[in-house]
DNA sequence: GCGTATCAGGCAAACGCTTTCCCGCGAGCG
DNA sequence: CGCTCGCGGGAAAGCGTTTGCCTGATACGC
């Protein structure tokens, strides 16, 4: 590889001036010498090395970002909404993908901060688990301690900033929509219990029903991962424990996903014999068929503050942002098919009253 | 930060013996040095500074990579197999997204250049446009003078190592499966013409039609944005054009699920009315009603493949792999509802012979 | 007891770049 | 005409690591 002193000795230059002309410097450089290191540069193909560079300019520049998976939609919005800022600003981002292992999360928190990124942004649900939060705030401290900025997403246990979906009003959305449908045995597919997104779903939705004099028995959930696979597996368990279900909550839209699935293999008419409510608005949301009812989280905002919380000015105080959850009401969802006073039977076929998308 | 000099202090020996602790040289230490330093390690919080790493051991091991996008499936699978082995050799990937910008394909080339890597992948469809072409030629050509090697996935116009899909056979088994079911009126919603991937694949399905003698005129082809809502927006025109179509070829899925979505919103059955077939089988593919039927690519496969080409021994000669693809029959096919004989009205409603999922 | 082989550990030179500081030169000013 | 000032350009000191090479000490053989 082409270097520096290469360009400047082919130039007739001290590197100085080269590296001068080649990033710009406030130094002013005669256009004769610029051009010849502008030729140089272009007959060796000579690029920077970006390390050297980082290593010279001790001036962090780039993000890093840990997200459980961007390919995953759920991420890939809010990536979107990071990436809008940091492109705005110059800024180069560093995504990794920890794959909801937490060991990994705390290696990228290592390698990230070995890269000398300015700022690092977590996004993706906490763990229920104490040895790990503790370890994990430690080095997220120990970075902070030396100037780096640090936000969350969608996690509480980090005592920095943070931008939080609103899971529990969500969950207490999807949750009293159902019962206004008159729904009583409803089904709750759920992702691990070990991530904190999982159990403030839950508890806003135990919460719609504890208001309506209902209670959401455990035995009425199913635990899985939080993939369309997970899910039609866990409704096919919750079918099986109870097949007189009239509602499925999937506390994501890949899950509500895999649950329709499920339905449809079972032949089992959504929303005419049992509604089903996903949680987050992914894009592919609306194109399956009926279109699912669910409860939309902005996303893209969502990377759009964290990165802008990061990059501004630095808080006194930690700041966190709490988003709104809203219901989006499809063409899963319609009224339960027994009345209350009926706990038994299939439901009548004829009740065709689609609510079409 | 804490350097390596901070710790060596604090552990009371010289920055080599630090190092070579902290990095188990081959070369020998005493224990009770070895302990001291991983104290004065822990203590400080001590993470190695990546770039000077980098830089003292020119020693390339991270692998760029290019997609379009990769939180469109069609990356994220590739990207998955691009993992797998990059994984499993203890590589790191940097992967960047050009949202389809030669320029800024370019741009990173150069970039991924700068950080040292030792390969580089570029996935995802080429251009139409011959200066772009040369130009990358070029950087990948000087790239590989310094040592780097290269890998495509999915584009010719590169001479050195390539994986590619069979994108022309792939679009001939798309359109030889809708004429033996007796469509004669197939239109076409495409990607942009200036992808190869787009010409490809509408050149194997012309080449179909034609070994039926039968045409497939400009009139029938709508281009498009590679996504959901060209799709959707393609199928529109396409129908308000012409309305008699029995079948639908969309060359991605992505743009297969939009085609669904407006031909739901112009309440037209499928596949009863109008065929649509889709092509790279994205998971989503078999969750949308009905079921989509679509031409499949190995996509994982291609990315193990790519990655395995360029870290693995450099071959005498650029080696191009081919992938199969492989139609994959689901619902959203049917025989053409006109005969042959029968060129205008619309379909009887009579014909619910549905070839279910 | 001396010389040599062995071994742990330190010194210092890279790695490729940026940037401060300094120098020489020509112009402007008194 | 001499002095100062401004300006373009170069020398060199880092940036934080790794690593080849050297040193000093210890152990061993003769």
């Known amino acids: 590889m082409a270097t520096l002193s290469d360009v400047a000795r082919r130039a007739g230059v001290s590197p100085a001036t080269a590296s001068r002309v080649i990033n710009g410097s406030s130094k002013p450089v005669t256009d004769e010498l610029r051009e010849r290191v502008l030729a140089a540069?272009?007959?060796?193909?000579?690029?920077?090395?970006?390390?050297?560079?980082l290593l010279a300019r001790s001036h962090r520049s780039a993000v890093g970002v840990i997200v459980h998976d961007v390919s995953d939609p759920y991420f890939a919005e809010i990536t979107r909404g990071l990436q809008r800022v940091a492109t705005d600003q110059g800024r180069l981002l560093m995504i990794c993908n920890s794959y909801r292992d937490p060991d990994r999360e705390l290696e990228y928190v290592e390698l990230l901060r070995g890269h000398q990124v300015a700022a690092l942004i977590l996004a993706g649900s906490g763990y229920h688990d104490d040895a790990?939060?503790?370890?994990?705030?430690?080095?997220?401290?120990a970075y902070e301690a030396t100037g780096g900025r640090v936000a969350v997403i969608g996690r509480h246990e980090h005592s920095g900033d943070a931008v939080m979906p609103d899971n529990r009003t969500g969950g207490h959305l999807a949750g009293r929509e159902l019962c206004e449908l008159g729904h009583r045995a409803i089904g709750v597919v759920a992702g691990p219990r070990i991530l904190t997104t999982t159990t403030d779903r839950l508890a806003g939705l135990r919460q719609a029903l504890g208001e309506q004099g209902r209670e959401l028995p455990e035995r009425r959930i199913r635990y899985a991962e939080f993939d369309r696979d997970g899910g039609a597996e866990?409704?096919?368990r919750l079918l099986d424990a109870d097949p007189d279900l009239t509602a499925i909550v999937a506390l994501n839209d890949s899950m509500a996903i895999g649950a329709l699935a499920t339905l449809r293999s079972r032949s089992l008419a959504v929303p005419q014999?049992?509604?089903?409510?996903?949680?987050?608005?992914m894009p592919i949301a609306r194109d399956v068929t009926p279109a699912l009812t669910t409860?939309?989280?902005?996303?893209?905002?969502?990377?759009?503050?964290a990165m802008s919380l990061v990059l501004g000015a630095q808080g006194p105080a930690p700041r966190v942002e709490v988003l709104p959850a809203e219901l989006v009401?499809?063409?899963t969802t319609g009224p339960a098919p027994h009345p209350g006073w009926d706990t038994a039977g299939s439901p009548p076929d004829a009740r065709r009253a689609d609510t079409a998308s």
Chains 1, 2 share one sequence.
């Open 234 to 236: 866990a409704t096919a």
């Open 273 to 281: 014999q049992i509604s089903v409510v996903g949680f987050d608005d």
């Open 132 to 141: 790990f939060t503790r370890q994990l705030n430690e080095k997220l401290a």
């Open 329 to 331: 009401r499809r063409g």
């Open 41 to 53: 540069v272009a007959e060796l193909q000579y690029v920077p090395n970006a390390h050297a560079q």
């Open 295 to 305: 409860v939309r989280l902005p996303l893209v905002d969502m990377g759009v503050r």
